[in-house]
Structures are given as C-alpha cells and as structure tokens.
C-alpha cells in the first residue's frame, strides 16, 4: 500500500469516527431532550389532577352541607386549610392549602423520578383573581401549584380560580 493510500485510509478513518460521534452526541441530545419533555408532562399532569381533584370538592367547609350568603360566613384567610390535618380527609377547596407545609408532603413516585408538589390556596378579589391574596374573604379562591421533579430544575406553576356562587 503506497502513501496515498495510507492517507486516504487515515482520512477515512477520521471522517468515520467523527461522524460516529456526532451521531452518539445527537443521540444522547434527543434522549435529554426527550427525558425533560416527559418531567414536563408528568409535572403538568399531577398539577392538573390536583387542580380537578380540588374542583370537584365544595367551596368552603362552611359551604359543604349549606348555603351561606355572607363571606363573614366563609372561613377567615388565615385559616384556610385542612381542619384535622388528615391528608386523606380533603373535603372542600382550601384543604389543598399548604399541603407540603403542614407535614403533608406530596411526592409522588413516577416512572422519571420523585416529584414534590407544593400548593396555596388563598381568597382573591373579583376584579383581580390573578393579584395578590386577599387577608378577607370573598367569593373566589385561587389555587398555586407547583411541581418539580427532583431530578430537574425546572418548576411547573399552574393557578386556577374557584368561585362560590349563590342563587
């Protein structure tokens, strides 16, 4: 085999192994890629069961078995919360507060790792349910959830608004 030959073995060589691992690199690119798309997801879907899981549940636990027409009958915004601290007792709206505060950690185990939910419920006005909290009751609560996977950075927040209507 002469020289040139040589060369052009080396050249091919060369020009095979970098293309092999651009190949590998782009590869394991779209496999990161992929993985942080399923957090994602996954994140966007725990907060939006907890949301509809919440929904479905009464406005207030004064509101649970009656029909009140004053907000002075609602509970006070500083104790909004779960009454009995009984994570499987969340029967109406504001029991969703706090739950990674009150020694109720979230975390659920999923097949892309551990995630932990942290969630506020809180009163906000009529006219600015996306502002800051109310410290007075009113007819609307707003509903904080974040979700982060532990494996990530990334934190998934979502709000919904529950109002309370009297006919």
């Not at 080396?10 to 293309?19: E, P």
């Not at 601290?85 to 739950?99: A, E, K, R, S, V």
Request: include cysteine.
């Amino acid at each position: 085999m002469g020289t040139g030959q040589t060369l052009l073995t080396i050249g091919a060589i060369f020009i095979l192994g970098t293309v092999i691992l651009t190949t590998n690199r782009s590869l394991n690119d779209t496999s990161a890629v992929l993985m942080h798309s399923n957090i994602g997801l996954e994140e966007v879907s725990l907060a939006t069961s907890i949301m509809e899981e919440a929904e479905g549940k009464a406005f207030d636990q004064n509101t649970d078995s009656n029909a009140v027409t004053s907000t002075s009958q609602l509970t006070p915004a500083s104790l909004l919360g779960q009454e009995n601290n009984n994570p499987n007792d969340l029967d109406d709206f504001d029991d969703y507060n706090g739950l990674n505060n009150q020694g109720l950690r979230e975390t659920f185990q999923l097949s892309t790792g551990t995630y932990v939910v942290l969630t506020r419920v809180c009163y906000v006005p009529s006219n600015d349910p996306s502002g800051p909290a109310s410290t007075t009751q009113t007819w609307n609560k707003r509903m904080d959830i974040w979700v982060w996977n532990t494996l990530t950075p990334d934190t998934v927040k979502m709000s919904t608004v529950y109002s309370y209507w009297n006919f």
